[in-house]
Structures are given as structure tokens and as C-alpha cells.
């Protein structure tokens, strides 16, 4: 665990560092508090904090309130230092942010302990934030190809609109849809059918730019936002990614299969919303099956 001490007093500092170095933990140290405030503010900055309450410059408890009032989903464990042991004293230091404290001179085992305390609460922090972490994901992605779902990609599209209608630099959207998929599920089996989905997925998405978005539709549909379209000529992305499917064959569980995809883009102009932008990507991907499949139509 890396840990900041923040004290004035030389003595009291070169302790409690020998004393946390002991027991395996990596010390940072500051002479006050605006010492202390300034290394919190690096991207590496420590995750338990102990703060003497007087300190020049800036104290503690003011240390404590910045600190509180930062936006952070890992928020440090503070530990205040003080030889203000009163009531009124402790319950003032907890209510400017303070997760504990340590009353001076300090019992070493006193000390390890308190520290041992904010290493569990610190680790069942990261531990929850990881939970969430994997629930927004699996909430926001498609279990299958591990792409956007549905909802997700039409956020982003509502977002790329927004953006859109206050500094247009051009938005496209094109509906994506695997030719005659379902022979493939008929002939071969959903499992292969699935394989056949996923390859598509990754060969897409290695061919698309760093801030283009995919995402499954449902079924074999997928959308695939182009935001930023110079000129507004899109055709020649998803005329790229047209050819790339169909000139490769897929390995499956069984065996490689090919397939080709239809698309059917739409442009965004003043005006549309994400309805009428979906609905004009789809109008033109049915003209693409109308046409025999394996190529692309613009609305």
C-alpha cells in the first residue's frame, strides 16, 4: 500500500515512516499540508493518507475537505494525527473527512492496526468497484460478440446527433445484416452460427477507426456509427468493410464458411433525429437485399 504522511515535525515523521516501511508499505512523505494536497493530485497518488492536524500552510482538516470534495470513485482513507484527543476535537476532524484517528504520541501497535483496518476498507473499495465496473460492462455489451447492444449503441448515436446539431462534422450510420444467416443456423447449427457472428464482429471491428462504434441490433443486424465523414463520402468505409467479409471464409466449429453482408447507410442532415436516421439506414438496407445482397446502398 502506498501511504502519505503529512507532518511538520521531523521526529514524528522519520517514525512513522520506519514504522509503516516495516510492515512492507511504501511511504511517501510532506512536510505540510499543501506538501500533501499537491501529491494527491498525481495519477499516482497514495491511497491512505495520515495527516498531522497542525501543520503550517495549510492544516489537516483543510487537507481533509479538499480531499472530500474531489469526484472520485476510490477516495482515499484518511487517518487524522493530532494530540487533541477531546470529543468535540475527534467528531471535528471525522466531519471534515477523516475515516479514523490517531491521538499523539502514538502506540506503534496502535498505529499498525488503524492501518490495517484501511487496507481491508481500501481493498473491499477496489473490489466493489470492480463489481460495478463488470455490471455497467455486461449491461452495456452484448453477452454473444461482446460489442455495444442495442441500447448502448443507440446512446451513442443520440450522443453523436447531439454533437451533430451544435458543431456538424459529419455522421453516418450504417445497418449491417449477414446474408441468408439463417441457412448457415439450418445447415449447420446456432453454435456454428454463433462462430460465423463473431468472426464477422472481429473482423469488422479491426477494420473500423479508433472512434467508430459497433454494436448488435439484435439477431445478425449490427450498426456501425462513423462520426467526423469528410466530405459526407462514407461509402468507400463500409464498401471496405463489405469487401474485407466477403473475401475471407470464417472458421467455425465444424468447418470455414463464407458469407457476404448488406449495408444500408444513412447521413445525417440539420434536422434528423435518431428515429428518422435509423429509418432511412434501414429503407436503404432493404434496397441492398433488393438488389441481390452483398453491397451497399445509400438512403
Known sequence: MRILIADDDPTSRVILKE???????????????????????????????????MMPEMDGMEVCRRIREQDTDLPPHIIMLTARGGK?????????????YLAKPFDSGELSARIN???????????????????????????????????AILEALSREISLQEREPSGLAIGICDLDHFKKINDAYGHQVGDDVLCGVVRLVESSLRPYDYLGRLGGEEFAIIAPNIINGDVIPLYERLRAAVAARPFPTRQKDLSITVS??????????????????????LYTAKNKGRNCVCRA
Open 117 to 151: 483496518v484501511g487496507c481491508r476498507l481500501i481493498e473491499m473499495q477496489n473490489k466493489l468497484l470492480e463489481a460495478r465496473n463488470a455490471l455497467d460492462h455486461e449491461a452495456r455489451h452484448d453477452y454473444l460478440t461482446s460489442i455495444l447492444n442495442r441500447r
Open 19 to 53: 514504522l509503516i516501511t516495516k510492515h512492507g508499505h511504501d511511504v511517501v512523505t510532506a512536510v505540510n499540508g499543501t506538501e500533501a494536497w499537491q501529491a494527491m493530485q498525481q495519477p499516482d497518488a497514495p491511497r491512505m493518507l495520515i495527516l498531522d492536524w
Open 263 to 284: 449495408i444500408g447507410v444513412a447521413v445525417w442532415s440539420e434536422k434528423m433525429t435518431e428515429s428518422t436516421l435509423l429509418a432511412a439506414a434501414d429503407a436503404a
Open 88 to 100: 468535540a476535537d475527534i467528531i471535528a476532524g471525522l466531519n471534515a473527512g477523516a475515516d479514523d
